[in-house]
């Protein structure tokens, strides 16, 4: 093998009597892949030179064939206590001259890593040879054979010829802004390599970067208000890295972001072909595709965020998903509005379990009425011999429908007596899944005295809009982020089962216009026919200013 400066190498180092034998060890010692650099066999007597100082300084491993005159000359003293002081991994054969081992005190007293091996007439060539390769110190400078190299060079090429990158066709002001932000990370000490990809959502474009080696994320990620300050737009948010990609993401908000029309995402393929009952059309992600998720496989959702961040226009885009999808036979809707005004579009809707609650205390009593009957539902499953609500009604002539509760301003609802708001609440979460009853709950009162970590533990899929802080952001999600949104209707939606949150924006539809896709769906059934003596009961009560059963059987 040809020696190489570029790889790990042994200094090996032998007595000018030893060097016939010397040269057969490196030989055996090349043909087992070592990379070996040795210099011609040393006169005792010869002075220690920087040159042979500097190979040692390199080497990782020192190898030493010595006899007894060698043993005693002060070149040995200098050249294995340099190697020992700069510590190296320290091998010495000793030849068969040797009869006592009387090794300089100067190299008994210092440290390093050492052994011996003895090449003498009581130890075999092939004994001296299995020793020599067994030893432990030799293997930490073991390279494979250039025919594995090569072999693992092209398992690799393989691979990466497999892993197909997304092409990506930026415009020039993208390019820019992509420029201007690897200056950024350049003046700050931090490299990127390229740029790598981008993701164009309504709301924010997300830059993706391949960063350099031996960068710490953390560098990256405190930058971030720097970047917002250098583009001019807002808040920047950072994904380091991105789940999947060995690239991280710097989203900016766009100047001028797209309205996304909630009756788009109701006509898409994404809404139309999904077959669940309960899929709800949110919006569009980060890629500009629409999105939908499917509500009884979270099966409940807790929202927060500021006020006028989007919770009730998303709460009125799952109404009337669900309205729009199911007969009133099939789903009830449940609607607490503690400011009895959010949901007035659905108040003549069919599909209303009872009238729309604005009290926070008949909100409670609700509440403890749908938890006793999820306790019913789940005996009258047992008796049946199923589980599930859908097992359910597969079997049984009395099909039962499912509930989905709405809570706009849980704060309020929770600020009556909070222990019983959550013991039904958790309640609900824990039982309400098998039989049919799923909870949806926003505020905007994001605190521990209202999302309290049993909510949360109950209740693990997650929605957040724009909050003042990382820690409302923490409360909602279990991670920051939420703090750098840009609200109307910007979120962070973490559903069960992601390890990273989705940037959405949700589609808008206006009160008006949701109140006229009601009925379509909802219309009334055909008049039916009024009795005339309906009209003579009234007639003698307006001419006699009142009415009873006695008058009515004297008049008519």
């Given amino acids: 093998m040809k020696f190489s400066e570029n790889k790990p190498y042994i200094f090996f180092s032998y007595a000018h009597k030893n060097a016939e034998r010397s040269l057969e060890i490196i030989k055996k010692l090349e ?34 064939f ?18 020992l002081d700069n510590h190296k991994e320290i ?49 930490t400078c073991l390279i494979e054979p250039e025919k594995e190299e ?16 997304p092409e990506f066709c930026p415009t020039y002001e993208q390019k820019k802004k992509a420029a201007q932000i690897i200056d950024v990370f350049a003046m700050f000490g931090v490299k990127l390599d390229s740029f790598c990809g981008i993701a164009e959502g309504p709301s924010v474009v997300r830059y993706e970067f391949v960063p350099g080696e031996k960068t ?9 208000d720097d970047i917002s300050l250098s583009l001019g737009s807002g808040y920047v948010r950072m994904i380091c890295p991105i789940p999947g990609k060995k690239a991280i993401g710097i989203e900016v908000p766009k100047n001028n972001p797209e309205k996304v029309d909630l009756e788009e995402i109701l006509e898409s393929e994404e809404f139309v072909g999904c077959n669940d009952k309960l899929a709800v059309a949110l919006g569009k992600d ?16 807790l929202i927060g965020g500021e006020r006028y961040s989007g919770k009730t226009s998303v709460l009125r885009n799952m109404i009337l998903s669900i309205i729009l999808r199911n007969t009133p036979e099939e789903t009830k809707i449940v ?12 108040i003549d809707s069919s599909h209303l379990y009872r009238d729309i609650i604005n009290d926070e205390k008949e909100c409670l009593t609700v509440i403890a009425d749908l938890l006793g009957k999820c306790d019913s539902r789940l005996k009258l499953f047992s008796e049946s011999g199923v589980r599930t609500l859908d097992a359910y009604n597969s079997i049984s002539e009395n099909k039962i429908p499912r509930i989905v509760i709405f809570i706009d301003e849980a704060a309020s609802v929770a600020s009556e007596k909070f222990s019983e708001f959550e013991r039904f609440v958790c309640g609900i979460a824990q039982k309400g899944r098998a039989c049919g009853i799923h909870l949806v709950m926003a505020t905007a009162d994001v605190s521990n005295k209202t999302v309290s970590g049993f909510i949360k533990a109950m209740i693990p899929s997650r929605m957040a809009f724009k909050v003042s802080g990382m820690i409302e ?42 109140a006229e896709l009601v009925p379509s769906r909802c219309a009334p059934g055909p008049k039916k026919k009024v009795s005339p003596i309906v009209f003579d009961a009234l007639t003698v009560g307006v001419e006699c200013g009142g009415i009873s059963s006695l008058l009515l059987q004297q008049k008519l």
Wanted: hydrophobic share 35%; aromatic share 10%.
């Fill in 286 to 301: 980060i890629y500009g595709k629409p999105y939908c998720f499917q509500l009884s496989r979270m099966p409940h959702l």
């Fill in 150 to 165: 090569i072999a693992v060079k092209k398992a690799i090429q393989k691979a990466e010829e497999k892993i197909e990158e």
């Fill in 216 to 224: 710490k994320l953390s560098k990256i990620s405190d930058l971030r």
């Fill in 66 to 83: 010595v006899n007894e005159h060698y043993l005693e000359s002060a070149f040995c003293l200098d050249e294995i206590g340099y190697a």
């Fill in 335 to 346: 609607l607490m509005d503690p400011k009895g005004c959010q949901f007035t579009s659905f």
């Fill in 473 to 514: 952001s923490r409360i909602i999600i279990d991670q920051g982020g939420a703090e750098r949104l840009r609200g109307k209707g910007d979120m962070l939606f973490c559903p069960i089962g992601e390890n990273a949150p989705l940037r959405i924006q949700s589609a808008y539809v206006s009160p008006e216009r949701a």
């Fill in 31 to 64: 043909e087992h892949g070592y990379n070996v650099w040795y210099d011609e066999g040393i006169e005792v007597g010869t002075e220690y030179s920087d040159y042979i100082a500097e190979h040692i300084e390199c080497c990782r491993v020192f190898v030493s």
């Fill in 91 to 139: 091998l010495i054969i000793y030849g068969d001259e040797i009869r006592n081992l009387n090794i300089p005190s100067g190299i008994k007293m210092r440290t390093g890593r050492q052994q011996a091996i003895f090449m003498n007439r009581s130890n075999s060539i092939d004994r001296f040879y299995d020793e020599l390769f067994a030893s432990s110190i030799l293997k």
